[in-house]
């Protein structure tokens, strides 16, 4: 079967084509699956019955199958897609008071860069998604928030896997994104753990997606043992190339910060990350720390944080303190999977 997904329109023009139908039809089919949103072919009104049934002997639309779903009192929806080969995946659908709708999707099954607090981190790497894998988990949650007249307003790559460990996919998967659903680029965020090189390469790109670094230490010998990455590119590294991102691009860049209590909520880290990003353009995310079995923290307190931020600020940081979602359902990265694995030990 042929995933319309992976199919550019030209690509589809040749299959319906190659199936005896007029080539205008593919033009009514492209409408449909992303003007119309439908997840079905059976939807597609205006097509004769004979078209939809060649359509549906020799093609499908999307590859994922919902393995488990999980809803938060917040309105977060958690899901856990199983993949062709068997590899489980996550993807979160947030809403916010303000109207928007953010899906947080993945880009590989696991992950390789071991963030040791990190769920997805800790159960390591399975294979790179492909981007029409990538690009599916917002079209669904587009398709579900079109049928209750609302749309998709934002994307995030922050769910399991390094974007920029799979490059490539990701990027044309951002293309996809805004051409085909309309997402602009100023609202969709790749969100890295500090890959250097592709930093720069992203700055490059010339598009206006927001690029989030995902920062948690202002020392070197106590990130690398919470990210392994540093080791590979260290915190002079990583922030040279986000010197250079910001004057490439004239783009605010925004660090993120998951505040362990103990850990880097300290006044003393706060002086020290300070330092670090004074002068710089950007933004400090500090989320509260979400507890994954496979690592001892806890989140930090509030009072920790109410003065950690004040302390950025006199260095001229800016920062929002967000509140985790989800937070009575296995939302955090890599924990519906873990959930759903321990309870019915499936492969």
């Not at 190659?18 to 119309?36: C, M, P, S, T």
């Not at 953010?102 to 399975?126: N, R």
């Not at 103990?262 to 020290?272: C, F, K, L, P, V």
Request: hydrophobic letters at 40%; charged letters at 25%.
């Amino acid at each position: 079967m042929i995933n319309l997904y992976e199919l550019s329109f030209d690509d589809l023009v040749e299959l319906v084509s190659g199936l005896g139908e007029k080539r205008f039809r593919a033009r009514q089919i492209w409408d449909w699956i992303y003007d119309k949103r439908v997840d079905k072919f059976d939807a597609m009104s205006n097509l004769p019955q004979s078209t939809i049934k060649r359509l549906s002997e020799a093609a499908s639309l999307g590859s994922l199958e919902l393995a488990a779903r999980q809803a938060s009192r917040d309105g977060t929806e958690k899901r856990l897609y199983r993949l062709k080969d068997g590899q489980l995946i996550e993807s979160v659908l947030m809403p916010y008071d303000d109207k928007r709708k953010t899906a947080c999707i993945s880009s590989q099954a696991g992950c390789a860069m071991g963030c040791v607090f990190c769920a997805t981190g800790q159960m390591g790497f399975g294979r790179q998604l492909d981007a029409a894998e990538i690009f599916e988990q917002a079209m669904i949650f587009g398709q579900d928030l079109a049928a209750r007249g609302e749309r998709l307003s934002n994307v995030v790559f922050m769910g399991m896997g390094e974007p920029f460990h799979n490059y490539a996919q990701s990027l044309e998967a951002v293309r996809r994104l805004m051409d085909r659903l309309g997402i602009g680029a100023r609202h969709i965020t790749i969100s890295t753990v500090g890959l250097a090189p592709q930093i720069r390469r992203f700055a490059d790109e010339g598009l206006q997606v927001n690029l989030a670094v995902s920062l948690h230490k202002s020392d070197d010998a106590e990130r690398s043992a919470l990210m392994p990455v540093n080791r590979r590119w260290n915190i002079d590294e990583l922030l040279a190339a986000c010197r250079y991102y910001v004057k490439r691009t004239n783009r605010r860049i925004t660090f993120e910060w998951a505040a362990i209590a103990g850990e880097n909520d300290t006044e003393e880290e706060a002086r020290g990350l300070g330092h670090l990003l004074a002068g710089l353009l950007c933004h400090v995310n500090i989320i509260p720390l979400n507890p994954t079995g496979g690592y001892a923290g806890a989140p930090a307190p509030t009072a920790n944080l109410d003065r950690f931020t004040a302390i950025l600020r006199q260095y001229g940081v800016g920062t929002t303190v967000r509140v985790r979602r989800g937070i009575d359902i296995d939302a955090g990265c890599g924990q519906l999977k873990t959930a759903v694995l321990s309870r019915n030990q499936i492969a």
